[in-house]
Structures are given as structure tokens and as C-alpha cells.
Nanobody, 116 residues
């Protein structure tokens, strides 16, 4: 079992920024991928971004390209999602996940609300 602790969500105005954090307990993620997903109540979970822990190569859903940046700090065993130019449609619960071939472990989620 991998423990993921998410933080950084909140209520912001459109155009503002937030940085989400995903801290892993007691291990490193060599060979893993870390991803961020978002989901509103009653709706399907949506992929947002992923990053290779070893290479740092990122990937994003088209709707956040140029606005969101995923990164990781190996020394801190922590991943980040920097969210700039936030829009009301970014309002969701955001979840961090890690895995190798599948998303095996998930955080508890952190809420992001963007007002108009």
C-alpha cells in the first residue's frame, strides 16, 4: 500500500493560480508514473496530466495544455500540479494517482473551485 497525501486545493477567482501537491509516504517512485485526475459528483473521472517519475516527461489533456504544469521533486517524494489561468470549468475534485501499468494507488482528493 502506498499512501498519497494531497493538498493545495481551494476557492479562487477565474484567472488565478493554485499549486496542488501529492506527497508519498515512505518510498520513492522510480519506475512509476504519477497522474492527476479530476471528477465532479455524478460525472466520469477525467485524466488531467501525468509524469514519468524517472524521466520527468509530462503529458496533458488538451484542455489544460499551456495552463497546467506537472512536476516532481524526487528528494521530497512529492509531485505537483501547477494550475494557472484557472477557469470555472476547472472546478472539480482533483485526485493524485501512481502506478506502473495501471493506476494502483490514489490519494483522498482535494477540492478546487473557480468562481467567475
Amino acid at each position: 500500500q502506498v499512501q498519497l497525501v494531497e493538498s493545495g486545493g481551494g476557492l479562487v477567482q477565474a484567472g488565478d493560480s493554485l499549486r496542488l501537491s501529492c506527497a508519498a509516504s515512505g518510498r520513492t517512485f522510480s519506475g512509476y508514473t504519477m497522474g492527476w485526475f479530476r471528477q465532479a459528483p455524478g460525472k466520469e473521472r477525467e485524466f488531467v496530466a501525468r509524469i514519468s517519475w524517472s524521466s520527468g516527461k509530462p503529458s496533458y489533456v488538451d484542455s489544460v495544455k499551456g495552463r497546467f504544469t506537472i512536476s516532481r521533486d524526487n528528494a521530497k517524494n512529492t509531485g505537483y500540479l501547477q494550475m494557472n489561468s484557472l477557469k470555472p470549468e476547472d472546478t472539480d475534485d482533483y485526485y493524485c494517482a501512481v502506478g506502473v501499468s495501471t493506476w494502483d494507488y490514489w490519494g483522498q482528493g482535494t477540492q478546487v473551485t473557480v468562481s467567475s
